[in-house]
């Protein structure tokens, strides 16, 4: 796959298990939407995460627990890798297998 297609591809899903998490987690429960449907936090780790993987410089990117760079601060990397259990898990059960087993964590 191109790089740039892949991109497209990783990127949507990316945006797709943030907002399922937010609006399960944070939204649903009252947190307000800061921008795009995600409340603060979600948005900034949205944004984070995209500037990771737009600047992640291996080709094909590895999934992530199979890199050696590791470019995540522990901080957000403990929270996108709970986004991606509790996502996983949101779009395992829809049958959206496809998503879960191409993707990170
Ligand atoms: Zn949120």
Known sequence: ??????????????KKFIEVYCKENHIKKGTKVYRDGYCKECYELLQYSLERLYNCPLDPKPQCKHCKIHCYKPQMRQKIKEVMKFSGMYFLKRGRLDWIFHYFF
């Open 1 to 14: 796959m191109k790089k740039e297609k892949r991109i497209k591809k990783d990127e949507k899903i990316l």
